[in-house]
């Protein structure tokens, strides 16, 4: 009996997730934290003042590190 109910249920249920209520959350790339800034130049997130500063004083080639660890795009990174 067990078998047949397990088999049953295991056809007529789905595992979809229900619709995110809510935008994704998106992280500082310097200190984790929420980051609700973007550089335009470089594409980072950061957190506040003092991480934007840290950014733009960063090698381009840790720039790059960072977006290819996020997941971003290190195509489009300008720096003058």
Do not use: W
Not at 10 to 23: L, N, Q, V, W
Not at 31 to 60: M, N
């Amino acid at each position: 009996l067990f078998v047949c109910l397990f088999a049953y249920v295991k056809k007529d249920t789905s595992i979809s997730a229900p619709i995110r209520m809510f935008p994704t959350k998106k992280y500082c790339d310097v200190t984790g934290l929420e980051g609700k800034y973007t550089d335009p130049k470089t594409h980072l997130r950061y957190f506040s003042s003092a991480q934007f500063h840290i950014i733009r004083s960063l090698p381009r080639a840790t720039i790059t590190a960072l977006l290819n660890i996020r997941g971003g795009d290190s195509g489009h990174v300008v720096l003058l």
